[in-house]
DNA sequence: CATCATAATGACAACGCTGTCATTTTACTC
DNA sequence: GAGTAAAATGACAGCGTTGTCATTATGATG
């Protein structure tokens, strides 16, 4: 049998609460208290019931990861991230996948939410850029923070935000670098912010440059192998054809590389190709692609550790000051689909 | 506020015992107080409070998922499952990314599972095939089920089983079938089951068909892209090089495909490859790939469910009678690489 | 050194459920 | 229809914490 509070304080030789103010740091116990209830902590080698403490206390220390995301690299990285800041913080984590585009999306969420009585949900795209699933949190007062894409919070709710579009902006530039003019942009889907994102930054790197933008050089699709099979095809049909590519992730780079290859059109020698997201699929084509890496799990443990803060300055009924939200700015990562 | 049981009884015009009987299905209710219990439950939407439950109860409705894989498709396909079925028995899912080379790993684990008081725990290699962990578990009582690579279980304690030697022996057959007779085979990890067995599938395939392994034609390495690239130069090397290569997985076999033709080797004409595994990549090659499919969050769903049954076995104290291990054969899937 | 404010600690009732055991109802027998 | 076994239900005490409020120790002040 594990060692419970009551062994703790007799161990001690103090009371049950004190040593519940100890091990939630509630700071009004004496130095010397304190050293004794650590010591008498460490030797029974106790551990807190969470069940106990979810049970007697208001909040619940478990927190939700809500994902609809086809990409299993980011997806991992992102429990990754949280698992790390939760276990430093004593919390725990539920993962919840679920499909975004399922009508019933926000009952399910609220009804999990409820069901388990989580403290708090982190939100990545597409979930935390639909305004109905962030309208109805804010309703039921649930808190959560979302992983967004963007240079700017768009409110003052917590969020962590990645910057595509200065990294695209940055890839372009350096497909600009590199001599190419007609530069073709394929996009994933225009519902993710994301690819706006990363299609504002294409078109504002080559206004910088000068370069006027050809309509017939920008294609949508959705972030699959597919899109960059069929784009490329269409795009190296064109009578001008592009010599550099800008994809909207790795995954369309690589099916555009594939379909280049399929036409005999040389990466990098007739056609330069740059990706997003530094995925594995990235190295793991012929050439190895340029690209964008965002620290995912860096993110993760960020958004994490706000949303942390800002349920602990609920709890004490703190002034929830507002924390200028986190900014990551992927970073080029420059490999032979774009050398010259 | 939410509904408890306590409300529920009052609804209902029944003891919250009575409630509390009707959630946990112990059966011994009427039918028709069951129905107003039921209609109680429905009207005030009362969802059981997890934390009391584990704390009156003896056990936690928790499960752990515990792995060290670099493979976030296997990983995701594998949380996919277990949740599916812990959503529909009422447990919950911790996950435990860990680090197996890890000198400390079985501290980790008991701790783990002590601190958040699992009620079990599921283990997939190549955590599921290391003794010194499986004993520490079975030294401590920790209840677990496993996903392992064999074809018969290797003892009476839940696992259930996925045939890399029988899916092995399939895809050598149909490269044989080919017309093949050098084919080469590069293996991973050799301390993965998966990796010998698979090895030994391969083996027995040309036993069968009586062709004699060359020693030559057999490489070790690590399920990496890597490991693909270099062995194929090596293998392409040799005086008689082979025409066709098994490769241990999808990366690896990505790998070759990729040295192969980066020699200027062309696929298949002049070497067929197949992988194993299904992974994303093995359609995001050209051509796309041969390999093998285990259906994942199957296999985590079916494991799952075996653990349940054995822990709500041992609740009951009833005998836990022993299941025969579930046996799942990956699927050969014939794709271009290995076309004639 | 008495007085008071404040810091530190403790006593005890919840929290919502399950397990145990007692009690009531039902079904069956003669 | 009385008697009995079995089925159905209920009363109540915990489970290990935290929150509330009461109590005691400490230090500052005049």
């Given at each position: 049998m594990s060692a419970t509070i009551k062994s703790v304080a007799e161990y001690a030789g103090v009371s049950i609460k004190t040593v519940s103010r100890v091990i939630n740091n509630e700071g009004t116990v004496k130095p010397d208290t304190l050293a004794k209830v650590q010591q008498a902590i460490d030797a029974l080698d106790y551990r807190p019931n969470k069940a106990a403490r979810d049970l007697a206390g208001r909040d619940n220390y478990v927190l939700g990861y809500v994902y609809d995301n086809p990409n299993a690299y980011y997806i991992l990285a992102m429990q990754n991230g949280i698992l790390k800041e939760c276990r430093a913080n004593g919390y725990e984590l539920l993962i919840h996948p679920c499909d975004a585009t399922n009508a019933n999306i926000i009952d399910e969420l609220v009804n999990m939410v409820n069901s388990a009585r989580l403290a708090g949900l982190i939100l990545s795209p597409p979930l935390s850029e639909m305004p109905d699933v962030l309208q109805a949190m804010d309703e039921k007062g649930i808190q959560y923070v979302r992983v967004l894409s963007g240079d700017k919070a768009p409110d003052d709710k917590p969020c962590v935000l990645v910057d595509d579009y200065q990294a695209a902006r940055q890839i372009t530039e350096h497909l600009i670098n590199q001599g190419h003019q007609r530069i073709a942009f394929i996009a994933g889907e225009?519902?993710?912010?994301s690819t706006t994102e990363r299609e504002r930054g294409f078109y504002q790197a080559l206004a910088d440059r000068g370069i006027h933008p050809d309509p017939d050089l920008v294609v949508e699709g959705t972030y699959s192998f597919g899109t960059g099979v069929q784009s490329i095809q269409q795009l190296l049909a064109l009578p001008e054809p592009p010599t550099a590519l800008f994809a909207c992730n790795d995954e369309i780079a690589a099916g555009a590389l594939f379909g280049a290859r399929m036409q005999g059109v040389d990466v990098p020698e007739a056609l330069a190709i740059a990706g997003f997201e530094n995925s594995p699929f990235s190295t793991q084509t012929f050439p190895p692609l340029t690209t964008a890496s965002q620290p995912t799990a860096q993110i993760a443990q960020r958004a994490t550790s706000s949303l942390i803060r800002s349920l602990q300055a609920r709890k004490r009924k703190a002034e929830n000051q507002t924390v200028p939200a986190d900014i990551f700015v992927p970073e080029l990562i420059v490999r032979e689909s774009t050398s010259r």
């Open positions: 225009k519902q993710h912010h």
